[in-house]
């Protein structure tokens, strides 16, 4: 993970995400959502920036409305991996 905003910008979702309170269901696919971004600051070589991008979108549709600064954290997560051609 070469850039310093994503780097941020990851570190920010996870902020918000644990400020996010919800029910166990959005919890577990924000838990998810947390343990991948982990594993991108554990193994930046790795494989996981396209489906964390997916799945960064998936949770833009599901939290934006009812958390939008969890939204607004990760709709630019997705903004810094689209900027690396992610």
């Known amino acids: 993970m070469p850039n310093s905003d994503l780097n941020d910008s990851l570190k920010r979702v996870q902020e918000e995400i644990g400020k996010t309170k919800t029910d166990a269901e959005r919890q577990g696919m924000l838990d998810q959502l947390n343990a991948q971004i982990q594993q ?30 969890l939204g607004q954290a990760m709709e630019i997560a997705v903004n810094s991996l689209s900027n690396l051609g992610i």
């Open 40 to 69: 991108m600051f554990d193994e930046p070589e790795g494989e996981h920036h396209h489906t964390l991008r997916e799945r960064l979108d998936e949770a833009i549709v599901q939290f934006k409305v009812e958390h939008p600064q």
